[in-house]
């Protein structure tokens, strides 16, 4: 076994301690819970529109996701864009 | 200052210049200048009629006297468990009468425009007290009620039973409620059976002191608000276009080559009663000082089967005054707004299986309805010792009985427990790695 294998299984310990800890705590205290809205409110949506244009590509990357990936954190806000009467969207 | 070379310019009165957001904003609808001095089409632009408001006061209910329609006692209660008032002297029982229906809250979504607010969710005047003082019909004596807390009382001397159903502009009265049905007996239960699982690690305290009887029946002030929003969302996705490995053994990496895509999209949408907290202090949601989160987690409600306001509903139960109008929670409703295009977005963009970056969001409200609604909520709360003096809730939503809570935990145990386990891994990894 390389000496790299084996630092990696000596962090199993604290690993596994901080865990069970933080894993605890939430079942606890639920401090991680509130009203998901995205999912529990009635929505009606018409059909989701877009555009997609290819722009660039990326070789020899060894990072599974694109970088800064939010597509499942909606929560997370980005740059708000703000009609200013004028009536255009969102710069492309 | 003393370091400037000319004389300081005077201040600027109020009202000019560009201002600053560090400023307190003008309350929504004020302008700073006689209209009347204005040129026409601005004037015209500014003396128009300000959002709707639907009225949802009911006339007969004026008094502040609640009588049953047979005969005329006003010693109304809620039959527990029921959406049905009953009379306790002639025992005649009839049903409230449901919002969406009376109002038509439920129609017309797709057809939103501008806001809509209804009488109970307008702003709250600051003038406005929360005591109130109603002159008995029955025997002239003064009653009060303080709106804070509760919205009956009973006169002391002639035993009539008086309720809030004026709407005062103290943001007291709100345009429906919606009864409990969950029953004590229900919620207590619900409660021990969820600290009943969550006792090992509890706080001894709270353990010791655990009495879910004591939970405590609360009309909790929210918004329901309907809302018609477009959403565009602009970022970057990308597609896997190549996977293949270098190097041998334990040097063997994994590579991946892409295509970069810009990404667009585009949704249109209607939400219906999406409930947000109308009292500050419960809207803020913050773990490290509050369990408010506990309570938010309940939502949501069935708000549909909302009755039109009458006091009665209240009758044995606690309230809650609400303290923020429309503009206030407008941010709010906005992010969670943003937060829906983004989840209904989601699916379309799966072909990118590396993932996309959302960069820039715009949301688009086309017309939105606001309408002020108590919810019943089971409410247990355990301040726990010490100088933070966390107060944690145990709550039960009183329609759907969805139970969530923060049940405080003994530090000590968990540590110990987290470190023993912590240190069992330990030990067979050690025994792995010397045996090879």
């Given at each position: 076994m390389?000496?790299?294998?084996?630092f990696w299984l000596?962090?199993?310990?604290?690993v596994?301690?901080?865990?069970?800890?933080?894993?605890?705590h939430?079942?606890?205290r639920?401090t991680d819970?509130?009203?998901?809205?995205?999912h529990?409110?009635t929505?009606?949506?018409?059909?989701?529109?877009?555009s997609?244009?290819?722009i660039?590509?990326?070789t020899g990357?060894?990072?599974?996701?694109?970088?800064?990936?939010?597509?499942s954190?909606?929560?997370?806000?980005?740059?708000r864009?703000?009609d200013d009467?004028?009536?255009?969207?969102?710069?492309? | 200052m003393s370091?400037?070379?000319g004389p300081?310019p005077?201040p600027?009165p109020?009202g000019?210049?560009p201002g600053?957001?560090?400023?307190?904003?003008?309350?929504p609808?004020?302008?700073?200048l006689d209209p009347?001095?204005?040129?026409g089409p601005?004037?015209?632009?500014?003396?128009?009629?300000?959002p709707?408001?639907?009225?949802?006061?009911?006339?007969e209910?004026?008094?502040g006297?609640n009588?049953?329609?047979?005969c005329?006692a006003?010693?109304?209660?809620?039959?527990?468990g029921?959406?049905?008032?009953?009379?306790?002297y002639?025992?005649n029982?009839?049903?409230g009468e449901?919002v969406e229906?009376?109002f038509?809250?439920g129609e017309?979504?797709?057809?939103?425009?501008?806001?809509?607010?209804?009488?109970g969710a307008?702003?709250?005047?600051?003038?406005a007290a929360?005591?109130m003082?109603?002159?008995c019909?029955?025997?002239?004596?003064?009653v009060?009620v303080?709106t804070q807390t509760s919205?009956t009382?009973?006169c002391?001397?002639?035993?009539?039973?008086?309720?809030v159903?004026?709407?005062v502009?103290n943001?007291a009265v709100p345009?429906?409620?919606?009864?409990f049905?969950?029953?004590?007996e229900d919620a207590?239960?619900?409660?021990?059976?969820?600290v009943?699982?969550r006792r090992?690690?509890?706080?001894?305290?709270?353990?010791d002191?655990?009495t879910?009887?004591n939970?405590v029946?609360v009309?909790?002030p929210?918004?329901i608000?309907?809302?018609?929003?477009?959403a565009?969302i602009?970022?970057?996705?990308?597609?896997?276009?190549r996977?293949y490995?270098k190097g041998t053994g334990?040097?063997?990496?994994?590579?991946?080559?892409a295509d970069i895509?810009?990404v667009?999209?585009?949704v249109?949408f209607t939400v219906d009663d999406?409930?947000?907290e109308?009292s500050?202090e419960r809207?803020k949601?913050d773990t490290s000082?509050?369990?408010n989160?506990?309570?938010n987690?309940i939502?949501p409600?069935d708000?549909?089967?909302?009755?039109?306001?009458?006091?009665s509903?209240?009758?044995?139960?606690?309230s809650?005054?609400?303290?923020?109008?429309?503009?206030q929670?407008?941010p709010?409703?906005e992010?969670q707004?943003l937060?829906i295009?983004?989840?209904?977005?989601?699916?379309?963009?799966s072909?990118?299986?590396?993932?996309v970056?959302?960069?820039?969001?715009?949301?688009?409200?086309h017309?939105?309805?606001w309408?002020a609604m108590y919810l019943?909520v089971?409410?247990?709360?355990?301040?726990?010792p010490?100088p933070?003096?966390?107060i944690?809730?145990?709550?039960?939503?009183?329609r759907t009985?969805?139970t969530m809570g923060?049940?405080p935990?003994?530090q000590w145990?968990?540590?110990?427990a987290?470190?023993?386990?912590?240190?069992?891994?330990?030990?067979?990894?050690l025994f792995?790695?010397?045996?090879?």
């Amino acid at each position: 076994m390389s000496s790299d294998g084996g630092f990696w299984l000596l962090a199993l310990g604290p690993v596994g301690a901080t865990g069970l800890y933080w894993a605890l705590h939430r079942y606890y205290r639920n401090t991680d819970k509130s009203h998901a809205f995205e999912h529990e409110t009635t929505v009606e949506a018409k059909p989701v529109t877009g555009s997609e244009k290819k722009i660039g590509e990326v070789t020899g990357t060894r990072a599974t996701r694109i970088d800064g990936d939010n597509v499942s954190a909606y929560r997370q806000r980005v740059e708000r864009v703000r009609d200013d009467g004028s009536g255009d969207g969102p710069p492309s | 200052m003393s370091n400037t070379t000319g004389p300081t310019p005077p201040p600027l009165p109020p009202g000019i210049g560009p201002g600053s957001p560090q400023d307190v904003p003008p309350a929504p609808g004020r302008f700073p200048l006689d209209p009347a001095t204005l040129p026409g089409p601005i004037r015209d632009e500014i003396l128009a009629p300000d959002p709707v408001a639907i009225d949802t006061a009911a006339a007969e209910l004026k008094d502040g006297q609640n009588h049953c329609p047979k005969c005329g006692a006003t010693d109304i209660r809620q039959r527990p468990g029921t959406d049905v008032l009953i009379c306790l002297y002639c025992r005649n029982e009839w049903h409230g009468e449901g919002v969406e229906e009376a109002f038509g809250f439920g129609e017309g979504i797709d057809q939103l425009q501008g806001t809509v607010i209804s009488s109970g969710a307008k702003d709250i005047a600051a003038d406005a007290a929360s005591l109130m003082t109603f002159k008995c019909t029955g025997c002239g004596a003064e009653v009060t009620v303080n709106t804070q807390t509760s919205m009956t009382a009973r006169c002391h001397w002639c035993r009539h039973v008086f309720g809030v159903n004026e709407q005062v502009a103290n943001g007291a009265v709100p345009d429906a409620v919606l009864p409990f049905r969950i029953r004590k007996e229900d919620a207590v239960a619900r409660i021990r059976q969820f600290v009943d699982k969550r006792r090992l690690f509890a706080l001894k305290e709270f353990k010791d002191q655990f009495t879910p009887e004591n939970v405590v029946g609360v009309y909790l002030p929210y918004m329901i608000v309907d809302g018609k929003v477009s959403a565009d969302i602009a970022g970057q996705g990308e597609i896997k276009t190549r996977e293949y490995t270098k190097g041998t053994g334990d040097k063997k990496k994994t590579y991946y080559d892409a295509d970069i895509y810009q990404v667009d999209r585009r949704v249109d949408f209607t939400v219906d009663d999406l409930p947000l907290e109308s009292s500050s202090e419960r809207g803020k949601l913050d773990t490290s000082v509050n369990t408010n989160n506990i309570i938010n987690t309940i939502l949501p409600f069935d708000t549909k089967n909302a009755v039109k306001w009458n006091a009665s509903y209240l009758a044995g139960f606690n309230s809650e005054k609400r303290d923020s109008g429309v503009e206030q929670l407008r941010p709010r409703l906005e992010d969670q707004l943003l937060s829906i295009a983004r989840a209904q977005v989601q699916k379309s963009v799966s072909r990118f299986d590396r993932g996309v970056r959302w960069e820039q969001e715009n949301l688009d409200v086309h017309g939105t309805r606001w309408v002020a609604m108590y919810l019943p909520v089971w409410l247990y709360s355990y301040q726990q010792p010490g100088p933070k003096g966390l107060i944690h809730y145990i709550a039960v939503n009183g329609r759907t009985g969805e139970t969530m809570g923060s049940v405080p935990v003994q530090q000590w145990k968990l540590l110990l427990a987290a470190l023993t386990a912590g240190t069992f891994i330990e030990v067979i990894v050690l025994f792995i790695i010397g045996s090879q």
